[in-house]
T-cell receptor, first 112, second 113 residues
Framework: EDKVVQSPLSLVVHEGDTVTLNCSYEVTNFRSLLWYKQEKKAPTFLFMLTSSGIEKKSGRLSSILDKKELFSILNITATQTGDSAIYLCAVQGGQGAQKLVFGQGTRLTINP | DGGITQSPKYLFRKEGQNVTLSCEQNLNHDAMYWYRQDPGQGLRLIYYSQIVNDFQKGDIAEGYSVSREKKESFPLTVTSAQKNPTAFYLC????????????FGQGTRLTVV
């Protein structure tokens, strides 16, 4: 069964802290790993990772994939209250390499 | 502008009724997906379709049905067999032959009254 597991499920930190969110997966026919941020309704896209060891970076956010150990991390440095959201990890693969499976999400709360 | 349109945004249903949620995309994407999200949770896959006239069950397909008669459209029917249908439903789509992110609609919030 294709599976994506995120940890922690919930995280509360103070503004300015650095956080690391984890995503591990067991998916056949791996194609890509995606990170999304969800604040209210539709998730917004952050990163897509397909190759091991290549860091993707956007401002204070960065992410990397390890295809040997089957996990990815999302780092957020110098956190701000606007980073408070649910962060979702998804893996595309499975039968026909088109199945898109999400993890349970990490609810991140940044306190001022 | 290209995108995914879900309708309605809010839907109220009486127990025992079937309801159909609409999802239309003009992105020329091949694959489409339906997810259910409960408060504070991640997205759980209900059904997905890779091409027209073909679809596969996800992890929580019981009590739901779909069709894919056109590339642009992937409606979801929540049947009376779904025991706890109150949830937020999201539709998404991706290209089949290129690695791109999944695009999402704005969601439908279904409430059973």
């Amino acid at each position: 069964e294709d599976k994506v597991v995120q940890s922690p499920l919930s995280l509360v930190v103070h503004e300015g802290d650095t956080v690391t969110l984890n995503c591990s997966y067991e998916v056949t026919n791996f194609r890509s790993l995606l990170w999304y941020k969800q604040e209210k309704k539709a998730p917004t896209f952050l990163f897509m990772l397909t190759s091991s060891g290549i860091e993707k970076k956007s401002g204070r956010l960065s992410s990397i994939l390890d295809k040997k150990e089957l996990f990815s991390i999302l780092n957020i440095t110098a956190t701000q209250t606007g980073d408070s959201a649910i962060y979702l990890c998804a893996v595309q693969g499975g039968q026909g390499a088109q199945k898109l499976v999400f993890g349970q999400g990490t609810r991140l709360t940044i306190n001022p | 502008d290209g995108g995914i349109t879900q309708s309605p945004k809010y839907l109220f249903r009486k127990e025992g009724q079937n309801v159909t949620l609409s999802c239309e995309q003009n992105l020329n994407h091949d694959a489409m997906y339906w997810y259910r999200q409960d408060p504070g949770q991640g997205l759980r896959l209900i059904y997905y379709s890779q091409i027209v006239n073909d679809f596969q069950k996800g992890d929580i397909a019981e009590g739901y049905s779909v069709s894919r008669e056109k590339k642009e459209s992937f409606p979801l029917t929540v049947t009376s067999a779904q025991k706890n249908p109150t949830a937020f439903y999201l539709c998404a789509s991706t290209l089949r032959w290129r690695n791109t992110e999944a695009f999402f609609g704005q969601g439908t919030r279904l409430t059973v009254v």
